[in-house]
């Protein structure tokens, strides 16, 4: 059975649901009959991703709404038009950008990313939070996390920063609602592993052939509904190269650099790679 805010007739906003795994999840629970708002700022995948599920899923009713994550405006305008639609049971923050910046360089991109992928994030929650706070029925938000907002890989520091913050943002939305209205408006972390989407692979089309590595962005999708269904808070998800044994240890290590004094981001230190390779050597290779 799925979580009660996946339900026939009800209304699901997705942001970056113009393609990859907004546009998945967008698919998903239009096949589960929930009317669907789509939000890009890309109007050609738009255009498509509109045409093409209204082609699969002639009974429901879709809204697509071009806008940029970055504009308060835009946010307000798909909010607004959002609950004219119909009673909003599902909000997805779903768009987010990966080039970012490192620690000390790039101011600008540090800004425009954050706007992208934490700003945005918390403007919509705050915006449906209250509708859902107002409405009877169940109704979850689910926020795109990442790996790399947990173990926090070196090399861009703004993207790793910014999932750090929509975890903690998450963990503490959740823990607030059950607080207020007990398990009839949940929050969800969604974190997907290497997924084969245009943010990994810029300019693939639809038929392009996926490498063995990632999962489909439809695998995330999947997950989400199942994990949903299960109550899950972490929606964890695997990926051909990297299993959950896998990512555990990794979890785990990585907590471990603080409990044993060890250096930042130590799995990444050359004096401890022995050490780290040896961790996890039965794992990594199931
Ligand atoms: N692909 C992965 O391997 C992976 C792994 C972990 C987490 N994630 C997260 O999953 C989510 C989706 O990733 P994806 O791989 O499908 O991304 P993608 O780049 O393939 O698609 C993102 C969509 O968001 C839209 N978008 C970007 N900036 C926007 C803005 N300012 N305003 C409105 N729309 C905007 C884009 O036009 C695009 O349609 C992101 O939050 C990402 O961080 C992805």
């Not at 629970?29 to 708002?37: I, K």
């Not at 963990?171 to 943010?199: C, N, W």
């Not at 489909?216 to 190269?241: H, P, S, W």
């Amino acid at each position: 059975m799925n979580h009660p805010a996946i339900r026939k007739g009800a209304v699901a906003v997705i942001t970056g649901a113009g393609v990859g795994i907004g546009y998945a999840i967008a698919r998903r629970v239009a096949s589960e009959g929930m009317n669907v708002v789509l939000f890009d700022r890309d109007a050609g995948a738009l255009d498509v991703a509109t045409k093409t599920l209204l082609n699969d899923f002639p009974d429901v009713r879709l809204l697509a709404l071009k806008g940029d994550v970055t504009s308060e405006s835009d946010l307000h305008r798909l909010y607004e038009k959002s609950c004219e639609f119909g009673e909003v049971s599902l909000l997805v923050n779903n768009a987010a950008i990966i080039k970012g910046a490192g620690p000390w360089d790039g101011m600008s991109k540090w800004r425009t990313l954050m706007d992208i992928n934490f700003w945005s994030v918390l403007t919509l929650q705050q915006l449906f939070v209250e509708t859902m706070f107002s409405q009877s029925g169940a109704a979850a938000i689910v926020n795109l996390g990442s790996k790399e907002g947990i173990t926090t890989r070196p090399g861009n520091a703004a993207y790793s920063l910014s999932k750090a913050a929509v975890k903690v943002l998450t963990e503490q939305l959740a823990h607030e609602l059950r607080e207020k209205v007990g398990d009839r408006i949940s929050a969800h972390l969604l974190i997907p592993g290497y997924t084969f989407t245009p943010m990994n692979f810029p300019g693939m089309a639809q038929d392009s052939q996926k490498p063995d590595s990632p999962w489909t962005a439809d695998q995330v999708a999947d997950r989400l509904i199942e994990g949903m269904a299960e109550g899950d808070f972490y929606i964890f998800c695997e990926d051909n190269e990297s299993n959950w044994e896998l990512d555990q240890r990794r979890m785990q290590w990585s907590a471990d650099d603080m409990i044993q004094n060890r250096p930042a981001l130590s799995r990444w230190h050359k004096d401890y790679a022995d050490k780290f390779a040896a961790y996890v050597s039965d794992v990594a290779d199931k």
